[in-house]
């Protein structure tokens, strides 16, 4: 095998492997980082912790909003998940919550099973944390986090934009402070134009001004607070308490006008005190119905958080173990389930902003969960009369930035099969909901990708006058002679291109009755598994059929050790060459006839 | 692109490429052999037909009673499905009718949605046939013959061997004369063993020198054929009729001793005459439960057939165009499913028969259906006494060559993955039935070609002293500095890998405080898609925030060509260089304090 392999395996990487860590460091992080915690590492995690908790309040009840949830269970979502994640991650600036595109997931597979507002429903979204919890835990174990690679770019970013677009519409009948239901954008929209009569005038005049804050906040408040003199950091950080801004102040509007008599839905009480201690269902009905979201919920939450993760370390040259981040956010997920959660992930916005305050630790995350914790205990009730198109404006803010309209064009003029599969994964997840979205983007990325492995890089070769070198026969002016077939094959065999090696030297031998030796050119073939073993050993029977000789050249190392374990050299009807250069002359001289002479054929006299 | 793409590109190669033919000779390959045929030829295909009428009559009859059917189906799907075969069909010689693998499928299949001997049944058998002739003309018209491709040899290998023994163990009870049932292993063994005491031993006294009968015609009747003077091919192809010797003297048996009195089962009552017109069902219900397993009938009977085709098809430097075999095989299931017949592919025993007997055109195929069918109009009540211990044994004898001990040995010490995969299938079929086993081996194929592909060959490397060559630095002496960082990346980046680029270059880098240039070495990168061109622009950003620049050096032509249709080459914090030597060299006098000369580098005086 490569030298690479020993690199590349699934060990703990980097900053952990710096201390060759022991077996109980590695599946808890917090045993080496705990080590050389000290007072100046406290007081920028208590500082970051601090703004990270402001700008979490709203998010967390704003979330558990598009998730279909009472506002608390977002607040019981930023608690203990957060220790969790404290204790077994390895992102020492990764901050844990719920996020947009995962509530709006948990929505869509708990509005399948029972209606909003019914206990089953808050029990489903218990069950779907609980469920995921457990995957991610087990895919660390078995090291499996590899299979997040089954989501490439395109379809994760045409995911992303979808689920934005998804969102931003479901809150919308909050702005209008109408009813209206749908998983799908089709049904999402006509749903507000069927409600679009029954629009409550108060509840726009919070919600649009409330959105174009918002909006203000994002794009116009960092360049304003610059030219009041504050550092771009700082400005940049208190930008982010804007939603903060809106909450009071839409609340006092409430307050000052009774917009709550007057048709604008608010918040309401929100039970004060600790995470209660819940348990997800064990119903086999249930779990049946549940598993294949959490497993998309697992999959799309890991693929994100672990990107920011990676963002954030590699900014501090630290290392994330990736593997070791599935267990962290299956225990996130484990303990949001048993305090009355749902299912949470690594967020970007807030991950950005704990690390930009001077996070150094993933204490700083337990510290946030003790300012939610305090929030629940003690603020609820001034978030009483918090209007619920502020969050919906909240929320369509955030989302609408995630919405990427560059990217089709640019996958277009770089690649055709990602461009498909982006849109695949677009149209699916509009017209057919988040799940099969997923679904489609990774199949058609497969299929794509198979197919392309079907038919890989092989080309003809002929001799460059003069050289020892080799060329492919349709790029450059290069020396063959009829009855010798070179072919370098550019790529590994492996059991998808077996069929595909067999089809093309076969065909190409077909096409030259005159040939009596076929050279494969294997300088760029890293492996042959046994599919394509059996196939070199079909074409050299076959050849041996046709009274023709096949002969190897350039074969790596580590490919003819493994040649040696079998009996394909013993039965090849020709010879292994070290060089192709050889192996051509030898072949050319053996003509049958005697009329070519190498030395002639290098002076180019044939 | 490469210039192997239109080579390998899925037009009909060989032989008809040969004569450029026109869209309707493509789909219709009767238009180009049917041009030259001439008396020659018509009598080897008649001879070759004659051959394999006889050897297909007793096939026929017993596959079907495999499926679980009447014997006269078998008959049925050896007529109608030839002809259809012999127009649409690439192949020149393969025979195709009901084959063991492909009915034992079927009697799974049907056996889940009705008992056998029901009208029911029959009906699951015809839509499966339809089914499936859909699906393959579907998959052929759409060009996704590749798929195929998902079935590596190992799990193949391992299917079949796993058939074998399963369609072996379930003919016992013919044998015995007993009754039992099963679809697994286990539960076939079960019921033999709790009905060993109902053993028929008239049954057994014709079943038992049958089956040793036809195992010494296999291994010993050829070499006693050639001591009597004939030719080996004429012994070979004598030693293929020795069923149809057992045929005729159990059925004297059976009328001298009058066994079908004393408890021996025989065939009974034959319907004399034409095959009917069926009509496959379109009850939504039966479709939804009939298509998973149609479609596993589908790709097993394609491949198997499409590896004997091109097996015969070599030896006489013929091609087959696999996207229009599935097109033949299609017509030939639907030929099947409109005659009452059941799921055909071709066979492997009869199609060398048919060409070591001299077939030159798939004509031969349609004067065996005319065979079959005058045997169908004139000889069945001749079969009425014949005993089904005798067709069950020519089953038990023909499958048991099926099964090969020998392939796990040989897997275990070539490849660990594919024998895992070959172990998945055997194992997963014999205990859970041939539709598991198939989905087994090609998820686990899948998954441990995905684990391998996230983890691909890549390694460090330095200048080999005094040349301009960079090789690994774990399997050479070369010369690197502190501040560069070579890396040779051996493998196309795509999705599946993109994530572990970022991994392994960040970490490496991580590793290496002093570093101040990244070289990677895309000699061997045959394609970069858009998650791989996101990875290469993460790592730039990333090696921007630390301080370090990114060169890429022996970027291929292709590959050059469509960077520069996209932002990264301007984003690039280091220059693209045509070799490696340049790169080096200009990043190792780079060191930021003017210590290194590469000059002094090459002497080896640093």
């Not at 209660?276 to 549940?290: E, K, N, R, V």
């Given at each position: 095998m490569s030298d690479s392999v020993s690199d590349a395996a699934g060990e703990p990487p980097g900053l952990l492997r710096q201390h060759k860590p022991g077996l109980a460091s590695q599946y808890l992080p917090i045993l080496e980082w705990g080590r050389t915690y000290n007072g100046s590492v406290l007081t920028s995690d208590l500082v970051a912790a601090v703004i990270v908790t402001i700008m979490l309040i709203p998010q967390s009840l704003a979330y558990a909003l598009l998730a279909g949830l009472p506002p608390v269970v977002g607040l019981y979502a930023s608690i203990l998940p957060l220790v969790a994640y404290a204790i077994f991650g390895t992102s020492r600036t990764l901050a844990v919550g719920p996020v947009a595109v995962v509530s709006l997931m948990t929505a869509s597979a708990a509005g399948a099973v029972a209606a909003q507002g019914t206990a089953l429903y808050i029990e489903a979204a218990i069950t779907l944390a609980a469920l995921s919890g457990v995957m991610l835990a087990v895919l660390g174990f078995l090291r499996l986090g590899f299979l997040a690679n089954l989501l490439s770019h395109p379809v994760i970013s045409g995911f992303i934009t979808a689920s934005g677009i998804l969102i931003a519409t479901s809150q919308l009948k909050h702005i209008f402070g109408v009813s209206a239901g749908g998983d799908t954008w089709p049904q999402m929209l006509g749903g507000l134009a069927s409600a679009i009569d029954a629009v409550s005038?108060?509840?726009?005049?919070?919600g649009i001004p409330a959105t174009l804050f918002l909006f203000w906040v994002r794009k116009g408040l960092k360049p304003a607070l610059v030219k009041l003199g504050l550092s771009p950091r700082a400005a940049d950080i208190s930008a982010k308490a804007g939603p903060v801004v809106a909450v009071v102040c839409t609340i006092l509007a409430v307050i000052a006008f009774d917009l709550a008599q007057r048709g604008v839905n608010v918040v309401g009480a929100i039970p004060q005190g600790l995470p209660?201690?819940?348990?997800?269902?064990?119903?086999?009905?249930?779990?049946?119905?549940?598993?294949?979201?959490a497993l998309l919920i697992s999959i799309i939450g890991f693929v994100e958080s672990v990107s920011v993760a990676q963002t954030l370390a590699a900014k501090r040259r630290q290392r994330i173990a990736p593997n070791q981040e599935l267990i962290g956010l299956g225990a996130s997920n484990i303990a949001s389930a048993f305090s009355g959660g749902y299912p949470v992930t690594g967020g970007f916005a807030r991950s950005v902003v704990n690390f930009d305050a001077g996070a150094e630790t993933p204490a700083a995350g337990a510290y946030t969960a003790v300012g939610i914790l305090l929030a629940g205990l003690f603020l609820t009730p001034l978030l009483f009369n918090l209007p619920i198109a502020t969050l919906a404006a909240t929320i369509i803010v955030a989302v609408l930035s995630l919405v990427d309209l560059k990217t089709p064009g640019k996958l277009w003029r770089y690649s055709k099969p990602d461009f498909a599969a982006h849109m695949a994964t677009v149209g699916t997840t509009l017209l057919a909901g988040v799940e099969l979205g997923v679904i489609a983007g990774v199949g058609v990325g497969l299929l794509l990708f198979l197919w392309r492995a079907s038919r890989p890089h092989a080309a003809i070769v002929g001799r460059v006058p003069e050289t020892e070198h080799f060329r492919n026969v349709l790029r450059h002016q290069v020396i063959t002679v009829p009855h010798v077939l070179s072919i370098r094959i550019d790529e590994s065999l492996t059991y998808l291109n077996a069929r595909w090696l067999e089809e093309y030297v076969l065909e190409r031998v077909a096409e030259r009755p005159a040939l009596r030796h076929v050279i494969l050119l294997c300088s760029a073939v890293n492996e042959i598994d046994a599919s394509g073993l059996e196939s070199l050993e079909a074409i050299n029977h076959r050849l041996i059929d046709g009274g023709i000789r096949m002969h190897l050249s350039e074969v790596k190392g580590p490919v003819m050790d493994?040649?040696?374990?079998?009996?394909?050299?013993?039965?090849?009807?020709?010879?292994?060459?070290?060089?192709?250069?050889?192996?051509?002359?030898?072949?050319?001289?053996?003509?049958?006839?005697?009329?070519?002479?190498?030395?002639?054929?290098?002076?180019?006299?044939?």
């Open positions: 005038l108060p509840t726009l005049a919070i209660p201690f819940a348990l997800p269902s064990t119903d086999p009905g249930l779990i049946g119905q549940l598993w294949v979201p493994r040649l040696q374990r079998t009996h394909f050299l013993d039965e090849l009807n020709g010879r292994v060459y070290l060089s192709q250069d050889l192996a051509f002359s030898e072949a050319v001289e053996d003509d049958g006839k005697g009329r070519y002479q190498i030395a002639d054929l290098a002076r180019g006299m044939i």
